[in-house]
C-alpha cells in the first residue's frame, strides 16, 4: 500500500501548485492598478518601458484590474506575462483585463496598430489575460483587432480575446493558443503568414461570418491547425448568428486551414465553408480540410467542392510539430495540452 501512496502524492502536488498564482514569482516585475509600493508600476505599458532591450528574460505580474491602455511589446529578450488568478487551468477565473477602443477605421494606420496587445518580439508568453477591443462589440463597428501577433514562439494559455471583427490577429511567426476563450463574428481568427496551432480552446461565434479568414499568398509552411477545439455561438451573440457561421473563407489564393476532432454546437451555416467573395472566390489553391467534426452544428452539413474531409492517415500529418516545428516542446507549455 505504501508505493501507491508515494505515486499518488507525486502526481497530486503539481496540479495543486498549478490551480492558483496570486503572487507574483520571484523576480517578477509588478503591476497593480492601486500600487504605492515603490517598484510597482501602474500601467503594463509602463512596466514593459521600463525593462532592459537586452537578451535577458523577463517576467511581469499583473494585480486584478480592468487596464485601459494599448499595449506593444517590441524587446530583444523574452517576456512572460502572468495575469492573478484562483485557477491557471480556467480561463473563467482570470481577473485581469486590458481594454482599448480602436480599429483602422478609426485612424489606425494598419490593423496591427487597431490592436490592443501589439506582439512585436520573440518567446512572448501570456497567462490568465482577457483583453478586449471595445470598438468591436457590435456588427456595424468594423475591423477591431485584440492582439496582433508578430513573433516566434508566441504563446497563450488560459487567455480570453474579445472583439467581432478581426479580433486575432496571427499574422506572423510561430504561435500557440490553448486552453484559451476567442470570441467575434467576422473573420475573427485571420492573418496571412503566421503558423498558428490552437488546442483545447472555445471559439465562440457572435453574429453572422465566418471564424477564420487566412491569407496565405504562396505554397509555403503557413498554415492554422484546429486541435480539439469547441466551437459555439457566444453567450450573448446576436440572433443573426443562426445558420451563418463558417469555419473560414480564403483571404489569400493559398489559405490553409485543417480543423481536427472539432465540437461543433454553433448554428452554422449548412456549406461549413465559403469563397472570398462571388466576385472573388479564391478558391482554386486552398485547403480547407476536416477531420473528425461532430456536434449539431455539422448535422446535415452539404460542403462545398473545395472543402476536404481527411482521412485519418491523411489527418494524422497535422500536429503541432507540422505547424510550428519539431523543437515545440522546448518552449510550448505542455501543462495545458
Known amino acids: 500500500m505504501f508505493l501507491p501512496l508515494v505515486?499518488?502524492?507525486?502526481?497530486f502536488f503539481p496540479i495543486v501548485y498549478a490551480l492558483s498564482r496570486t503572487t507574483p514569482p520571484t523576480g517578477s516585475i509588478v503591476v497593480n492598478p492601486s500600487a504605492t509600493t515603490s517598484g510597482q508600476f501602474k500601467t503594463l505599458s509602463s512596466a514593459i518601458a521600463s525593462l532592459p532591450n537586452d537578451g535577458s528574460d523577463q517576467t511581469i505580474f499583473m494585480y486584478p484590474g480592468t487596464y485601459e491602455e494599448q499595449v506593444l511589446?517590441?524587446?530583444?529578450?523574452a517576456v512572460t506575462?502572468?495575469?492573478?488568478?484562483?485557477?491557471?487551468?480556467?480561463?473563467?477565473?482570470?481577473?485581469?483585463v486590458i481594454s482599448h477602443a480602436g480599429s483602422p477605421a478609426i485612424g489606425a494606420t494598419s490593423d496591427d496598430n487597431s490592436g490592443t496587445l501589439r506582439v512585436q518580439s520573440d518567446s512572448v508568453t501570456i497567462y490568465n489575460l482577457d483583453i478586449r477591443n471595445e470598438f468591436g462589440t457590435s456588427r456595424t463597428d468594423g475591423q477591431a483587432v485584440t492582439l496582433s501577433e508578430y513573433g516566434d514562439?508566441?504563446?497563450a494559455y488560459a487567455c480570453r480575446f474579445f472583439s467581432y471583427q478581426d479580433t486575432l490577429y496571427a499574422n506572423q511567426g510561430t504561435q500557440v493558443y490553448l486552453q484559451s476563450y476567442i470570441e467575434g463574428g467576422v473573420d475573427f481568427i485571420f492573418g496571412r503568414h503566421g503558423q498558428a496551432y490552437f488546442q483545447g480552446n472555445t471559439i465562440a461565434s457572435k453574429g453572422a461570418g465566418c471564424v477564420t479568414a487566412n491569407g496565405r499568398e504562396s505554397d509555403d509552411d503557413t498554415m492554422y491547425v484546429f486541435e480539439s477545439n469547441t466551437v459555439i455561438a457566444a453567450p450573448d451573440a446576436f440572433s443573426n448568428v443562426t445558420n451563418n457561421v463558417l469555419l473560414g473563407r480564403p483571404w489569400g489564393d493559398y489559405?490553409?486551414?485543417i480543423f481536427k476532432n472539432t465540437v461543433i454546437t454553433a448554428p452554422m451555416n449548412k456549406e461549413i465553408w465559403s469563397e472570398w467573395s462571388s466576385n472573388d472566390p479564391m478558391i482554386d489553391n486552398i485547403l480547407f480540410a476536416e477531420y473528425n467534426s461532430t456536434g449539431s452544428g455539422v448535422s446535415g452539413a452539404s460542403r462545398p467542392s473545395f472543402s476536404t474531409i481527411l482521412t485519418s492517415t491523411e489527418a494524422a500529418d497535422y500536429t503541432i510539430?507540422?505547424?510550428v516545428g519539431s523543437d515545440w516542446a522546448s518552449w510550448v507549455d505542455t501543462t495545458y495540452m
Do not use: P
Not at 505515486?7 to 502526481?11: E, G, K, T
Not at 511589446?73 to 529578450?77: A, E, L, P, T
Open 7 to 11: 505515486s499518488f502524492v507525486i502526481a
Open 321 to 323: 510539430a507540422t505547424v
Open 153 to 155: 514562439k508566441f504563446g
Open 255 to 257: 489559405a490553409k486551414v
Open 73 to 77: 511589446i517590441d524587446r530583444n529578450g
Open 81 to 96: 506575462l502572468y495575469g492573478y488568478t484562483a485557477n491557471t487551468m480556467d480561463f473563467n477565473s482570470n481577473q485581469v
